[in-house]
């Protein structure tokens, strides 16, 4: 009868030690959508441009900013493009300073990365790698009046 119990347990104990080890090797979950659409995860307010941000760099997220984003965000960034909603006008001003602190670098590159439905902002993810994606974040922040 202690034979029974003691191998019981030991398969108990087995499986709550390899829950816990798979559970440790888990990927964390993925972000969700929050109420306004974006799908951000949490570490994106910290998160900070890996590239060196440069005039080349900055140089280099114009470019593809002209190409991708300046139908709707305008040449400068206004949100006054002529593909802009101008329902939306003032969420798509990236010059904004007051944002600054809603939309650090993290934050900015994740909701040009993943998009949202609405009001409309397409994901650039099938479009663009995530350097050419860090260009345009520079670029973009440079774009900001300071307060």
């Known amino acids: 009868m202690v034979g029974r119990w003691i191998g019981i347990l030991g398969v108990a104990l087995s499986t709550a030690v390899i829950s816990v080890a798979a559970g440790a090797l888990s990927p964390q979950p993925a972000a969700q959508a929050s109420k306004s659409g974006w799908t951000i995860p949490p570490e994106a307010e910290t998160m900070k441009n890996p590239l060196p941000v440069d005039a ?3 140089a280099s ?3 593809i900013y002209k ?3 300046q139908k709707c965000h305008g040449a400068s960034g206004k949100g006054d493009g002529p593909d802009a909603d101008p329902d939306v006008q ?3 001003d990236l010059t904004n300073a007051k944002r600054a602190a809603r939309n650090t670098d993290g934050v900015v590159f994740f909701k040009a990365w993943n998009g949202r439905r609405k009001p409309k902002m397409p994901a650039v ?3 663009l790698t995530k ?3 860090w260009t345009v974040v520079a670029y ?3 774009m ?3 307060p």
Do not use: F, Y
């Open 131 to 133: 350097d050419q994606l």
């Open 125 to 127: 993810k099938e479009e």
């Open 56 to 58: 080349k760099v900055v």
């Open 144 to 146: 900001r009046a300071t």
């Open 140 to 142: 973009v922040q440079s």
């Open 90 to 92: 003032e969420d798509m």
């Open 67 to 69: 190409d991708k984003c």
């Open 61 to 63: 997220g114009k470019v």
